[in-house]
Structures are given as structure tokens and as C-alpha cells.
């Protein structure tokens, strides 16, 4: 018989808590839990150890057993607010904003805990600045739906009807441009091209470089040969920098309709380089076929012929065109939405403009879609990522150009991550450690950073 102290031989809650809390320090959070659980076992009324339970439950994403406990301690110590506090962050995680409000305001006004204090009223801010932007975007989806309706009566000659629907989303929200350009066309198809103008210019009072504005003022001055304004506005249009591919559609078909053909060559150049789509190619070759340069032309209708199918246009009989003014030296134009086909005459810009937009935007839809895929891919090699951080981040890269070509999808995964990082969530971080993380050099993420900042930001940093 061993004589001196006597050694008590059965495990009490508090050694059960007290292997938990170092299992945990190790990050062995599974042993953690199994241990904290035998401790409640032998003490379930013990605050302590229910509390560091529920909040290491909720860590491996056990949310409904953490906040059982949480919720128990609630009815069980009501004068313990901290519960209140976890039951906010959890819900908050799950993406329950509206309970976890609830629970963090009720934390907020008996909690005199500094800390998790300002915490939870920095999850309130967040909250709320989260239900202002998703009853925005309601306020967008009711309006784009008025849009589209609109743009459908547009572009079916119903003219007065759509004008309706413009007036109606402009009685709400005046600052929606794209209604109040489209009730611009609308005027300007019905007749009255002074209120088509005076439409226009209030969307430049907004956004005095708005490229449909723009365009429209210039289209306008020129149907009633006012050449000094048309040339005003066209000047602001070719001195546009976007990286909107509608915008530049739009400044072309412009072009196109003012017969610039001097300047329309490069820019449909540019949308074949971004779409692969042969119409711009087809529009480049006219455009040097009306500035005599007829062998770039024929060189175009060439390559064409050989690598793209398109049986709306009659690639020989331009190639003819170009032949004949060879041999005769007579000067000669051709129509920007000339086919080829005689039979097609009195249909030919609807139809040609029509399979021209449903070619880019299945083009741009996918692609889009594709890249912005592969940079949340590039995301989760990375760095990890919470659901709430995912929507944050896609909704991030809809603001960039992500059907250009030759895109380092790399760089664009480092530079939204350090923009979210830095910018939504607050956090001190470096370009040149989150180059490090994403594998790329600090030379690299500045480039990339450089072009898409105002895009990402919204603003100049």
C-alpha cells in the first residue's frame, strides 16, 4: 500500500475541460469537442463549458447543435448575453441575416463585453448595408423587367407603347439612363426629334461621356444636317476609352450609320479580335473597300470565304465587286448591310443586325460565363473561401471585361481577392503578399491592377 496522498483516479468536468482546451490550442479541434463533451456530461449546468462547446461546434460548421446549446443557455443563465453573441454569429454565417440581426442588436444593448461588442455592431453595419444593396437590386430587377419590356416595344415599331414603359420606370428613378436613352429612340422613331434631343442631353448632364447618349446625339444632328453638332458628339464618341464590348457595338453600328469609314475598319478589327465573330471581319472589308483600299478588302473577303461559314452573306459576289473596280477604275461604295442576295432587299439591315446580336451575345454569355468560372477555380486552389465571400466575389468580377482575349486569369483571381480583402472586408493586407499566394510577381498584379482598378473599385484609389 502506497502511503502519503491519496490520488482521486475519477475524471472530473473540469480536467475533461481542461485536455479540451489544450487539444483545441494544438488544433485538434475533433478531440477538443469529444473532451468538452464529457465535461458537459458530468456538469450540463456549467456556462464555461457549454459556451467553449457551442463556439467550437459551430467552428467545424456544426451550426444546429451549437446553437441548441447557445439557445439553452440563453433560458438557462439570461444574464450571460455572450450567448446572444454567438447565436448572431452563427446565424450570420449559415446566411441568415435577418435572426442573426435579431440576437446581435439584443447583444448590442445589454452586453458591456468592449470586444465582442464592437463586433457584433460591425456585423450589424454589414448586415444592413447587405439589405440595403439586395432591396437595390429588387429595385434594378423590377426596373430591368420595365426595360425590357420597353426595349421589346422598341424594337417592334410600337413606339408610343414603349415610351409608356419608360416614362414608368423614369417616374421612379430618373437616374436609370438606359430608359431614358431608349425614350430618347423612341421620340426620334416617332418623329419628334427635338424631345429625342433634349432626352439625350439630360442623360449628359448625368454622364456627360455616355456612349449611347453620344452616339444617339450624333445619329439625331446628322438626320437633320446639323453637321457642326453631329461633329461635336462624334468627336466625344471616337475619343471614348471603354472596355464595354456593348459600347463599342454601339459606337460602331454609329459609325456605320454616319458612314465614318475611316474609322471603322479598326474598331470592327478590334470586335473580331474580342469575338471571333466573322460579321465584323465582313464589316472591316467593306469599310477599306470604301476607302479604295480594295486589296486588303479582297484579302479579308478571302479569309473569310476559306475559314467561316456564312451563308447570310455572299462572300463571291463582293469579291466580284472588288474585281470589277479593279478592271474599270470606277468608284463605287457598298452598303454596310449589303448581302449579296438581290431577293433579301427591303429585309437586309433588320435581318443582317439581328443575327449579328445573337451571334455576340451567345459569344460574350459564354464566355464571360467561362472565364469568370475559371478565376473562382483559380480562387479555391488559393485561398479558402465562405459562401457569402463566393457571391461577393463573383458579383466583383461582373464588372470586368472577361470576354477579352489573352486575359491572365491568374492575375485577375490575385487582384479581386486583394480588392475584396483590402476593400469590402477592411484588412490589412500587401500586393506583394498576395502576389506571393496567387503565384505571380509583384511587376505582374501591378499591371493587371492598374487596368481594371477604376472597374473594381468604381472610383480612382
Known sequence: MVKGKVINLNPTSSMYFKIGIKHYEKGEIELAIK????????????????F??????????????????????????PEFYDSLFGLGCNFFEMGKFKEAKNFLKRYVK???????????????????????????????EKYSKLLERGNFLLESGRYE?????????????????????????????????????????????????????????????SSIDKEKEMKRHLKVILDIKT?????????????IKLNQHNEIAQRANELFEITNEPFFKHIEAISLYNTRKYMKAKKIWEYLKKNFEMPEIRIDYFLKKVDNVIKTFEKDTIDYFETGFKFLEGMDEKEFRRQLQNHINNYFSQTVEE?????????????????????????????????????????????VWYVFKKYMKKEKIKQKDVAKIFGISQAVFSKWFGDFKELLLNKEV
Do not use: W
Open 110 to 140: 445589454l452586453s458591456n463585453n468592449i470586444e465582442f461588442k464592437e463586433a457584433a455592431e460591425d456585423l450589424i453595419d454589414f448586415i444592413e448595408s447587405q439589405e440595403e444593396f439586395e432591396k437595390e437590386q429588387r429595385e434594378i
Open 243 to 255: 472596355h464595354d464590348s456593348k459600347d463599342k457595338i454601339k459606337i460602331l453600328d454609329t459609325l
Open 371 to 415: 472565364n469568370g468560372q475559371k478565376v473562382m477555380e483559380i480562387l479555391y486552389q488559393h485561398v479558402e473561401l465562405k459562401q457569402k465571400d463566393k457571391e461577393t466575389i463573383f458579383n466583383l468580377l461582373k464588372n470586368l471585361p472577361l470576354e477579352k482575349p489573352r486575359l491572365n486569369l491568374q492575375a485577375i483571381a490575385a487582384i
Open 35 to 50: 473532451r468538452l463533451r464529457q465535461a458537459l456530461e458530468l456538469d450540463n449546468k456549467n456556462v464555461e463549458i457549454k
Open 161 to 221: 407603347d414603349a415610351v409608356k414603359y419608360f416614362k414608368m420606370i423614369l417616374a421612379k428613378d430618373d437616374s436609370v439612363l438606359a430608359a431614358r436613352n431608349n425614350l430618347s429612340l423612341a421620340y426620334f422613331y416617332m418623329g419628334d426629334i427635338q424631345r429625342a434631343i433634349e432626352e439625350a442631353k439630360k442623360v449628359l448632364q448625368i454622364d456627360k461621356y455616355n456612349v449611347y447618349a453620344n452616339c444617339n446625339l450624333a445619329f439625331f444632328y
Open 52 to 77: 467553449n462547446l457551442a463556439g467550437l461546434l459551430a467552428q467545424v460548421g456544426d451550426f444546429e447543435n451549437s446553437n441548441k446549446l447557445l439557445s439553452e443557455l440563453t433560458k438557462d443563465s
